[in-house]
T-cell receptor, first 114, second 116 residues
Framework: EPEVTQTPSHQVTQMGQEVILRCVPISNHLYFYWYRQILGQKVEFLVSFYNNEISEKSEIFDDQFSVERPDGSNFTLKIRSTKLEDSAMYFC????????????FGQGTRLTVV | AQTVTQSQPEMSVQEAETVTLSCTYDTSESDYYLFWYKQPPSRQMILVIRQEAYKQQNATENRFSVNFQKAAKSFSLKISDSQLGDAAMYFCAYRSFNTNAGKSTFGDGTTLTVKP
């Protein structure tokens, strides 16, 4: 069964460092998303991406964040200068079409900023 | 903006018994989707069940069923014959019919403990 895969599963980084989280969406999917879940809190939408551009973003997704699809398979989330409060679980998701019923989630990357 | 409320931070159930998790939401829209996701200790988000708002019939998936009350904006999840593997955090989520498929609003979650 096709699945969304994320790497790494856990990343530890020092405050102020740049970090890139990677996702490989399902191969024929066209819409991509990032979510964040701070430990013990709800899952929050960050950004959606289609046709090589951001289609929607939340208030959380400030200038510290960026996304791109550098090649035909990867979808990345970059945090330029990490802060302690960026420590969270980050989920990637994808859909074939904008109107699909639901998205397929990856297994998440746990980011720890020290 | 839509909001999703899960009023039970924690619930517990005896193995083989039935438990119901509550979810209410607020929206002015008439067309939307509702979901229950399971998040086990591995932290992966697993879709349990979904409900289209235009369908009157409550969705069922094996031991999982929902009680969808559109007028009351209520969407509860019933787990029958609870198993140890059902222990997880459960999130209720709302997605507007007109937004991107991947953009959902999640509740705060309910941690379910299953006692042997």
């Amino acid at each position: 069964e096709p699945e969304v895969t994320q790497t790494p599963s856990h990343q530890v980084t020092q405050m102020g460092q740049e970090v890139i989280l990677r996702c490989v969406p399902i191969s024929n999917h066209l819409y991509f998303y990032w979510y964040r879940q701070i430990l013990g809190q709800k899952v929050e939408f960050l950004v959606s991406f289609y046709n090589n551009e951001i289609s929607e973003k939340s208030e959380i997704f400030d200038d510290q964040f960026s996304v791109e699809r550098p090649d035909g398979s990867n979808f990345t989330l970059k945090i330029r200068s990490t802060k302690l409060e960026d420590s969270a679980m980050y989920f990637c998701a994808s859909t074939l079409d904008r109107g699909d019923t639901e998205a397929f989630f990856g297994q998440g990357t746990r980011l720890t900023v020290v | 903006a839509q909001t999703v409320t899960q009023s039970q931070p924690e619930m517990s159930v005896q193995e083989a018994e039935t438990v119901t998790l509550s979810c209410t939401y607020d929206t002015s829209e008439s067309d939307y989707y509702l979901f229950w996701y399971k998040q086990p200790p591995s932290r992966q988000m697993i879709l349990v069940i979904r409900q289209e708002a235009y369908k009157q019939q409550n969705a069922t998936e094996n031991r999982f069923s929902v009680n969808f009350q559109k007028a009351a904006k209520s969407f509860s999840l019933k787990i029958s014959d609870s198993q140890l593997g059902d222990a997880a955090m459960y999130f209720c989520a709302y997605r507007s019919f007109n937004t991107n498929a991947g953009k959902s609003t999640f509740g705060d979650g309910t941690t379910l403990t299953v006692k042997p």
